[in-house]
């Protein structure tokens, strides 16, 4: 079945450190990816979005790109901020009568 | 405007209580979830309206009961809940129903609920 594998967290970096959060993913016929964005206490927020293969997804600085020979839509970020703290949820919708399939997520830590 | 509420935000009640949990959305979105999240999981899926008609229960406990009374309201009843049920209820919308067009959803804030 459809799946989506996220890397281990948490994940604690410094402030204006680089920042990837890696995600692979399992899917028959060809799955729109998202990463989502889960901050303490809140819901979660569509981060970006791409819908074919070799699409960029960006937003706030961070970015994702859709690599079909890989099966992989990696979060980047060039700078990270305190703010940027929060868990971060990879997923994908293929058609067919099935929703949105996530990962399990990723809790960041930024530190000053 | 991508926006979904939910109220309450926070909700306590006793095993033999009787609540309801309600969602709004105005974006015109023909889809609404109702999602269950554990501390520190994924949201696990509970139920799915597509054109305000249930099109899917995820073997939910009959203790939980959906409805959608029109196509911008989305309803959790509650009644017997156990302690193990307390978690984040979410609310979330897509424009269209899974697998069709669109398929990013919108989350709204969640309710917390304690089972005591």
């Given at each position: 079945g459809d799946s989506v594998t996220q890397m281990e967290g948490p994940v604690t970096l410094s402030e204006e450190a680089f920042l990837t959060i890696n995600c692979t993913y399992t899917a028959t016929g060809y799955p729109s990816l998202f990463w989502y964005v889960q901050y303490p206490g809140e819901g979660l927020q569509l981060l970006l979005k791409a819908t074919k293969a070799d699409d960029k997804g960006s937003n706030k600085g961070f970015e994702a790109t859709y690599r079909k020979e890989t099966t992989s839509f990696h979060l980047e970020k060039g700078s990270v901020q305190v703010s940027d703290s929060a868990v971060y949820f990879c997923a994908l919708g293929v058609s067919g009568n099935t929703p949105l399939v996530f990962g399990k997520g990723t809790r960041l830590s930024v530190i000053a | 405007d991508t926006e979904v509420t939910q109220t309450p935000k926070h909700l306590v009640m006793g095993m033999t209580n009787k609540k309801s949990l309600k969602c709004e959305q105005?974006?015109?979105?023909?889809a609404m979830y109702w999602y269950k999240q554990k501390a520190k999981k994924p949201p696990e899926l509970m139920f799915v309206y597509s054109y305000e008609k249930l099109?899917?229960?995820?073997?939910?406990?009959?203790r939980f009961s959906p409805e959608c009374p029109n196509s911008s309201l989305l309803n959790l009843h509650l009644h017997a809940?156990?302690?193990?049920?307390s978690a984040l209820y979410l609310c979330a919308s897509s424009?269209?129903?899974?697998?069709?067009?669109?398929?990013e959803q919108y989350f709204g804030p969640g309710t917390r609920l304690t089972v005591t």
């Open positions: - | 105005h974006m015109g979105h023909r099109s899917i229960n995820e073997s939910v406990p009959s809940l156990q302690p193990e049920d424009q269209d129903p899974p697998g069709q067009g669109a398929l």
